[in-house]
């Protein structure tokens, strides 16, 4: 029911930065957690960060991040769009991977890729040194 679709990913140096977007079709955001996962090859499944899209007017509210982008990324979503948006700044190397956004329902983010249920395909991210 839900379709999520990202873009935003592209070729930047390190040190540089980029902006992610998800855009979701089907479904508002208004009662749904959104998160940013990532994954390089020959790497797992890697939790980014979630934002819940509930019932306050926050449009998105209660972020929470992955240790390894804390101070560097920052997720944010609009929901007159449905749209949920990944800001990267101070990018690394080791940040290279696709970049897809997932959905779940709920109030309180998870960074168990299991338990969100819908699920974009991705956006290359690269980083060059």
């Known amino acids: 029911q839900v379709q999520l679709v990202e873009s935003g990913g592209g070729l930047v140096q390190a040190g540089g930065s980029l902006r992610l977007s998800c855009a979701a079709s089907g479904r508002t955001f208004s009662s749904y957690i959104m998160g940013w996962f990532r994954q390089a090859p020959g790497k797992e499944r890697e939790f980014v960060a979630a934002?819940?899209?509930?019932?306050?007017?926050?449009?998105?509210?209660?972020?929470y991040y992955a240790d390894s982008v804390k101070g560097r990324f920052t997720i944010s979503a609009d929901n007159a769009v449905n749209t949920v948006y990944l800001h990267m700044n101070s990018l690394k190397p080791e940040d290279t991977a696709v970049y897809a956004c997932?959905?779940?329902?709920?109030?309180?983010?998870?960074?168990?890729?299991?338990?969100?249920?819908?699920w974009g395909r991705g956006t290359q991210v690269t980083v060059s040194s």
């Open positions: 934002i819940t899209l509930a019932t306050s007017t926050w449009s998105g509210t209660r972020p």
């Open positions: 997932a959905a779940r329902r709920g109030v309180m983010p998870t960074r168990r890729a299991t338990e969100y249920d819908y």
